[in-house]
């Protein structure tokens, strides 16, 4: 026996109470006995003297059968007394939990729900008609977790649940990813997409503290959620799509493959979307080919947006390689799968690309597939931009024998090519026409013909035109200004740029980094460059960046005044502005530098860019063998002119001039192995 310890009242000696079996002398207890126990030997509570008597005799000894149902009852009311006086708060759990935040009571009550104070009826009517002051009454004593579990639980309406949880964060309710994950398996099983889509989507825009990974896994702890927890990860990928969390969308994306959640065309094509929006071009190429190893059924959209993807960087036969999978999976491409890679090729420019882009208008035409007025407003542009408006005018009939009317677009790009291959009367007569045919003139109509003039050096005619764009409805904007401002510039009348300028600034249309260039290249042409160094200041003053264009200006006039020792200190200055200088930016320094006879300078230089990831090229090449040439190193420029051969790459006219004159005409043949023959004939 042992006596009674702390708080007992006393030194009453404990009985012989235990088994080992759960039976107290022999007899079963009911488990809800077993109940008061847990105060009294809980990890948060000292264990009294009795409790520790009843843990030894559990732990040591059987008690004979024989003993009377009378000596049980006796035995179990002491016990029963002694707990209540060593621990009368012994039912309320230990105060060290932490409580959520209550909506409408401040009493702690257990995190748990109950079921026998909940009444689900009449919460969710009170729920389904917004009576939100009497579900706070009724509801005072619970925690918003609570009732949410409590609502789970019961299986409640998902949609009313749901109304409850956005009601309840509109007061700034706690929340967690379980209830999350939870509420959205619950609307899923119901099929009520729309609302999930709706709740998502504010989920997404709201959530920044829940990562991908931890919805993912908190989504698979419900192994029989399966196809639950797959239309919830598409929807998430769709809403991260839309809301443009473009890497939580792709990172979504990757784990559902992981977990062999299968996804939608529809949240598929969203993320491609995106991705190409943020020029993530190399993830549009993988996103494509999973969706192809998953099987996940393109249609014409997703093929079109890969394929716009990667025509904007470039990757013609990628994207025609795209376009035979189209046809292979029994997509037919349609109009627009044509434009984009027409469009393509004219953003490459050059005669086999433009060659490439009008036999897709061929292939167009035999697929039965008509072009539309944008197909031929590409082509046409194209050829304009590749200086070859002949062909650009046999397009502009083409589409007229089509019965297609030529638009605004079409015509602004006919007079723009007019007016760079310096055609002005027939550029004026083409506007001419618009107007008879009904289609007023744009503003990019005026910058054309004003860009047309001011290459003609008809400054006068110019400014006539700038000053009738108001009388016709129209505002200039930033390029007509600028276009003016270098007529002005490149004729050496600096004083009407300036007046030009201040005008711009008037108006409220603010210069940018052209209408600067435009201004600093005028005042270099008169040698002006400490003037120019202070416009380079007042732009960054202004929070207008310079760019490689503008430091190439400066750079060039400081060579040709003989100061590359200065050119090159712009040059390092264009590094810690984050800029990347180009090969035309090394190219003039290294001819700045051999023009001062300073070759081994030159030869630092262009390592120097080539260890910056940019080989030299064939101007390199032509600015290094005249350099040579120059100091009368013949032989060291013809091993310069093997070494440009032995490369690959080609020699042009400059290369041929060079040789002619800086070589053979001073009586030196260069050995090139028959490589000048090729120059000369081509």
């Known amino acids: 026996m042992v006596s009674g310890g702390e708080g007992s009242g006393g030194s009453t000696a404990a009985p012989d109470i235990g088994m080992d079996d759960g ?34 005799h559990f732990r040591r000894k059987a008690v004979p059968p024989s003993i009377s149902i009378s000596s049980i009852t006796i035995m179990l ?18 105060h060290h939990q932490t409580h959520p935040i209550r909506l409408c009571s401040t009493i702690p009550v257990s995190g ?77 099983n119901a099929k009520k997409y729309p609302k999930m889509r709706a709740f998502l989507d504010d989920f997404v825009k709201r959530n920044e503290k829940h990562s991908v990974s931890s919805i993912f896994h908190m989504l698979s702890l419900s192994g029989s959620q399966f196809y639950a927890n797959s239309v919830i990860i598409d929807m ?45 071009f190399g993830y549009v190429e993988f996103v494509y080919k999973e969706m192809i190893r998953r099987r996940i059924a393109a249609d014409l959209y997703s093929f079109n947006i890969v394929i716009n993807g990667l025509c904007k960087v470039g990757k ?114 083409l506007r001419d026409e618009m107007l008879g045919v009904g289609l007023k003139p744009q503003i990019a109509t005026y910058n054309a013909l004003i860009n047309g003039f001011c290459k003609k050096k008809m400054l006068k005619e110019a400014r006539e035109l700038f000053d009738t764009i108001c009388e016709r409805g129209l505002v200039a904007n930033v390029k007509t200004f600028n276009t003016l401002i270098d007529g002005y510039c490149k004729n050496e009348m600096e004083e009407e740029a300036y007046v030009l300028h201040n005008m711009m600034i008037e108006r409220r249309v603010f210069p940018n980094t052209s209408t600067f260039n435009c201004l600093i290249a005028g005042l270099l042409t008169k040698g002006n460059i400490e003037t120019a160094k202070k416009f380079l200041q007042q732009m960054e003053a202004k929070g207008v960046k310079a760019d490689c264009i503008t430091y190439d200006i400066l750079l060039d006039a400081l060579c040709k005044n003989g100061e590359p020792r200065k050119a090159e200190r712009l040059l390092n200055e264009m590094f810690t502005k984050g800029l990347s200088p180009r090969h035309v930016t090394y190219n003039t320094l290294m001819d700045g530098y051999c023009r001062e006879g300073n070759l081994k300078a030159a030869l630092n230089l262009r390592a120097r860019m080539e260890k910056e990831g940019k080989r030299a090229n064939i101007a390199t090449y032509n600015v290094l063998i005249k350099g040579y040439c120059m100091q009368d190193k013949l032989v060291d420029a013809n091993e310069l002119l093997n070494e440009m051969l032995e490369k690959g790459l080609i020699p042009n006219r400059t290369t041929y001039e060079i040789v002619k004159v800086e070589m053979m005409d001073k009586g030196f043949v260069p050995d090139i192995d028959g490589h000048l023959h090729n120059i000369s004939s081509s």
């Not at 009311?77 to 230990?94: E, F, G, T």
């Not at 949410?148 to 700034?172: C, G, S, T």
């Open 23 to 56: 039976t107290f002398f022999g007899v079963h207890v009911e488990p809800a006995l077993d109940i008061k126990f847990k105060p009294l030997i809980g990890k948060h509570r000292r264990p009294s003297a009795l409790s520790n008597v009843g843990i030894q």
């Open 316 to 429: 013609l036969n990628k994207a025609k390689d795209v376009m035979d999978d189209m046809k292979a999976w029994g997509v037919a491409p349609n109009v627009v799968t044509y434009n984009t890679i027409i469009g393509g090729y004219c953003k490459l420019g050059g005669l086999g690309k433009m060659h490439k882009a009008d036999a897709m208008l061929k292939e167009m035409v035999v697929s039965n597939i008509c072009p539309s007025e944008t197909t031929f407003n590409i082509l046409i542009d194209g050829f304009c931009k590749d200086d070859d408006v002949a062909a650009a005018f046999k397009v502009f009939e083409e589409m007229r024998r089509e019965g297609l009317k030529p638009n605004v677009v079409t015509y602004n790009s006919l007079i723009n090519g007019l007016c760079c291959d310096g055609r002005l009367e027939e550029a004026c007569g």
């Open 112 to 188: 748990n729900p109950t079921s026998n104070s909940f009444n689900l009826p009449l919460v969710s009517d009170l729920i389904a008609n917004q009576r939100w002051s009497e579900l706070k009454t009724h509801l005072k004593h619970s925690t918003f977790i609570t009732v949410l579990h409590q609502l789970l639980d019961f299986r409640a309406d998902p949609e009313l649940i749901r109304r409850y949880l956005n009601w309840a964060q509109a007061h700034n309710a706690p929340t967690n990813i379980e209830i999350t994950c939870k509420l959205l398996q619950a609307l899923s």
């Open 236 to 280: 998430l990928v769709l809403a991260y799509a839309k809301n443009s969390k473009t890497n939580l969308g792709l990172e979504a994306f990757q784990r559902a493959g992981d977990y062999g959640y299968r996804l939608s065309t529809l949240s598929c094509n969203a993320l491609l979307s995106a991705l190409v929006k943020e020029n993530e």
């Open 77 to 94: 009311k002491l016990l029963s007394s002694s707990s209540s006086r060593l621990h009368p708060r012994a039912h309320i759990q230990p």
